[in-house]
């Protein structure tokens, strides 16, 4: 789920990037990557912070190619174990920048995100394995983007929060 979600993420914003909207006051500007806590797997994933306590743990994120490539199909593999069901209600804060630029800091409903890597809530405990093919669009702006996907249920307990940097 937390490798969903933030590839939710990365597709979302690979393809949105003219649908930056103004942000809540409340929401965070600056998007930091701690080295610290890598994603297993091939990919340029890292954990927020210590992933110890997520409603999600993460096994291993592939990506193919690695890093994504515009223009090209972007192969997804995640495996994972969620601790706990994911019910109706659940937020994802996603921030894109692209360098400094903020290109879209929101918070969105977490069940309408996952149904495009074709998963529905209410999502339950267990094992979740994501297969999915991404086509890139070949208009990316080259330079650096940074992602961040912060993810909470419905009663605020963090389902996972990842960050990524691509430079296209």
């Given amino acids: 789920m937390k490798a969903a979600t933030l590839l939710a993420s990365l597709t979302l914003a690979s393809a949105a990037f003219a649908v930056a909207s103004p942000a809540p006051a409340w ?15 091939d990919n340029p994933l890292y954990f927020c912070s210590d992933p110890a306590d997520d409603v999600l743990t993460i096994e291993n994120v592939d990506l193919n190619p690695n890093p994504p490539e515009k223009g090209k199909t972007l192969s997804i593999t995640a495996k994972g174990t969620l601790n706990e069901a994911i019910e109706d209600g659940a937020k994802v804060h996603l ?40 086509d890139l669009p070949k208009e990316i702006p080259p330079g650096k983007y940074t992602v961040l996907a912060d993810v909470f249920t419905k009663d605020n307990d963090k389902i996972t929060c990842l960050t990524a940097q691509v430079s296209f």
């Fill in 27 to 41: 929401l965070p500007s600056q998007v930091s990557i701690n080295e610290d806590f890598p994603v297993p797997g």
């Fill in 95 to 134: 921030q894109v920048k692209y360098g400094l630029i903020t290109l879209i800091n929101q918070e969105a409903d977490l069940c309408e995100q996952v149904k495009q890597v074709d998963l529905e809530c209410p999502l339950d405990k267990g094992k979740l394995v994501l297969l999915k093919d991404v």
